[in-house]
């Protein structure tokens, strides 16, 4: 396969990483619409939120393991075409429960996307490209999570809040011609009963987390009870033989080290986007416009700063790259603590830019490093593990600031707090990148790449 041919996978990859990811965010700015339209309380509207992050991170390590034995052009397509359909019956709901519903099938077939896409991003591009291919994929990821937002509000204001659903409609139409013309024919085997089993426990314990941070900030220590609900199906989770290889994943600190960094800098990176916005219309007295353009540094920063991740990653390292990053990214928090009265929107800005930068280092070749050191056998649960990372660093994150902003009565002295909470975080990203393990020699790296299995052919029809 020419190299051209090569990034077509890759790029639709990303595409579809961008669309489910910015669907986890985009809506939260259409709730006051809905709430209009359909005439129901803020308590009732949030599940539309809800039902989409629920499923996603119910079912993405149970659809992980399925993909380890799946064929991943068929799993793209089916979960291309449902979550395309899906989008498209969310934005012609008549009523809240039909949004809701189709909120919880675009999760469901979300979470397949996120599980299908590592392997189809590693394969297709291969050992020499894997750096730059990851590294546009796996920025793209959080792009969609700081763009929803402002991307929302536009398209809310312009069109509507259906909108903000059918603009999936293309690029699942897109995805699905890339897949059917450049990805080889395989099987789809349906998941088994232990399947159903294991989505059960996990949603569980998913329902008691989010309800518990949904309920952090307002309604004092009854959070802690559901908290600790979910305590109990994650260890008979942990205990069943479907959460083996998982298990078998995470003992290893080459793979468990990069999961749990790309958790830490998901909390970050949630955790300032959540907080800046409050920051510059309430302290700064900025208005709406001002401050999405103010907060415009952290994506932009992002996107420039993920090519060259790519390239320093596998050109220099992927380890030492990922380290860059996020080494950077406690920069930028770190110059975000003594946040001031006196700043003006260009002084939170340029910082936010720091932070962006640091996080498009950071993502591909921590990407890289874990799907690097998953045996071929575990590529589905590698790619579903770095995913359930990522999307529950995005809810801890709006989590944590509101709780300790909160403790401060919600004063510009609890955001410093928070700010240094997130700047923890990143350091904890850094600490466990660091102490991964001993780093391989050149000798040792190529006698791994050479027991890696060649990638296998993804053109055909």
């Known amino acids: 396969m020419s190299q051209r041919a090569r990034w077509w996978p890759v790029i639709g990859s990303g595409l579809v990483v961008f669309m489910a990811t910015l669907?986890?965010?985009?809506?939260?700015?259409?709730?006051p619409a809905l709430e209009r339209d359909f005439g129901v309380r803020t308590a009732a509207a949030e599940w539309v939120v809800?039902?989409?992050l629920l499923?996603?991170?119910?079912?993405?390590?149970?659809?992980?393991?399925?993909?380890?034995?799946a064929g991943p052009r068929s799993a793209l397509l089916l979960a291309v075409t449902g979550f395309t359909l899906s989008s498209l019956a969310?934005?012609?709901?008549?009523?809240?429960g039909w949004l809701v519903a189709a909120r919880v099938a675009q999760g469901g077939f979300a979470a397949i996307l996120f599980a299908v896409i590592p392997s189809i991003v590693i394969r297709a591009a291969g050992p020499e490209l894997a750096g730059r291919?990851?590294?546009?994929?796996?920025?793209?990821g959080p792009l969609g999570a700081v763009s929803g937002p402002p991307l929302g509000g536009l398209i809310v204001q312009a069109w509507g809040w259906p909108w903000i659903?059918?603009?999936?409609?293309?690029a699942g139409i897109l995805v699905t011609v890339i897949a059917l013309t450049g990805l080889a024919r395989?099987?789809?085997r349906p998941p088994g009963r232990a399947f159903l089993a294991e989505t059960g426990l996990l949603a569980a314990a998913t329902a008691a987390v989010l309800l518990a941070l949904s309920l952090a900030a307002s309604h004092g220590p009854i959070w802690l009870v559901l908290a600790a609900a979910a305590v109990p199906p994650l260890v008979a989770w942990w205990r069943t033989r479907t959460s083996e290889p998982v298990r078998s994943l995470m003992r290893g600190p080459r793979a468990a080290a990069p999961v749990e960094a790309i958790m830490c800098n998901a909390l970050v990176i949630s955790l300032v986007e959540f907080l800046a916005p409050f920051y510059l219309q309430r302290t700064l007295q900025l208005s709406p416009v001002a401050t999405a353009t103010a907060i415009l540094a952290l994506p932009v920063a992002m996107v420039a700063a993920g090519p060259?991740?790519?390239l320093l990653g596998d050109r220099w390292g992927a380890s030492r790259t990922a380290l860059l990053g996020a080494g950077i990214t406690i920069l930028g928090v770190l110059l975000l603590v003594p946040a001031g009265s006196g700043w003006h929107a260009s002084d939170m800005s340029w910082r936010l830019a720091v932070l962006g930068a640091g996080t498009g280092l950071f993502a591909g070749p921590s990407f890289a490093m874990l799907m690097s050191s998953a045996p071929e056998s575990l590529q589905g649960t590698a790619g579903a593990a770095q995913s359930l990372a990522r999307q529950l660093g995005f809810s801890l994150g709006p989590a944590m600031a509101t709780t300790i902003w909160a403790l401060s009565d919600y004063t510009l002295t609890g955001m410093r707090f928070a700010f240094a909470a997130a700047a923890a975080s990143g350091l904890a990203a850094f600490l466990c990148l660091r102490f991964s393990g001993r780093p391989r020699t050149s000798v040792e790296a190529l006698a791994h790449q050479d027991s890696v299995p060649e990638p296998r052919s993804w053109q055909g029809g």
């Not at 291919?133 to 793209?140: H, I, K, N, Y």
């Open 50 to 52: 809800l039902g989409y």
């Open 23 to 31: 669907d986890t965010s985009i809506v939260a700015v259409a709730l």
């Open 90 to 96: 969310a934005g012609l709901a008549p009523a809240l």
């Open 186 to 188: 395989d099987t789809l």
């Open 55 to 69: 499923p996603l991170i119910a079912l993405t390590l149970p659809a992980g393991r399925w993909l380890d034995r």
């Open 308 to 310: 060259l991740g790519g």
């Open 133 to 140: 291919a990851s590294s546009l994929v796996m920025t793209l």
């Open 165 to 170: 659903f059918y603009i999936n409609i293309p």
